[in-house]
């Protein structure tokens, strides 16, 4: 099973995956898009508008992204370990970050910035 998390963005501020990454290279993480929408993505390929569903590699593994009505949903399987985990805070961090987004967690929606402190990120 997987863990699942959703960004909410207010409307028409769905951040680009350029904007993503920039977010992430602040907490030193660096990812690359694997798959889009159930096909292999080259290295340096982008985004384009309408996608469903990404695969991110990082150093610790993957993480998917998925376009929903209002935001993102991010998930990684139940199993992560603590590497894995990390990486997943901080593309939910990145991308409410890019979008002037909320993350909803188990006790409501919290700000990027709070959710930076609730995981213990320290951004650049």
């Known amino acids: 099973m997987g863990?699942?998390?959703?960004?909410?963005?207010?409307?028409?501020?769905?951040?680009?995956?350029?904007?993503?990454?920039?977010?992430?290279?602040?907490?030193?993480?660096?990812?690359?898009?694997?798959?889009?929408?159930?096909?292999?993505a080259f290295p340096d390929e982008e985004l384009v508008p309408g996608?469903?569903?990404?695969?991110?590699?990082?150093?610790?593994?993957?993480?998917?992204?998925?376009?929903?009505?209002?935001?993102?949903a991010s998930v990684v399987w139940g199993n992560a370990d603590s590497n894995l985990r990390s990486a997943w805070d901080k593309l939910c961090w990145a991308a409410a970050c890019a979008g002037g987004g909320e993350v909803l967690t188990p006790t409501g929606a919290i700000s990027a910035d709070d959710f930076a402190q609730f995981v213990g990120l320290i951004p650049a």
């Open 51 to 72: 996608w469903k569903e990404v695969r991110i590699g990082f150093s610790a593994g993957m993480v998917t992204l998925r376009a929903i009505p209002d935001g993102f």
């Open 3 to 40: 863990m699942d998390r959703t960004i909410r963005f207010p409307p028409h501020h769905t951040p680009t995956w350029v904007a993503i990454r920039a977010q992430l290279a602040r907490v030193g993480e660096q990812a690359t898009l694997r798959m889009i929408d159930g096909l292999p």
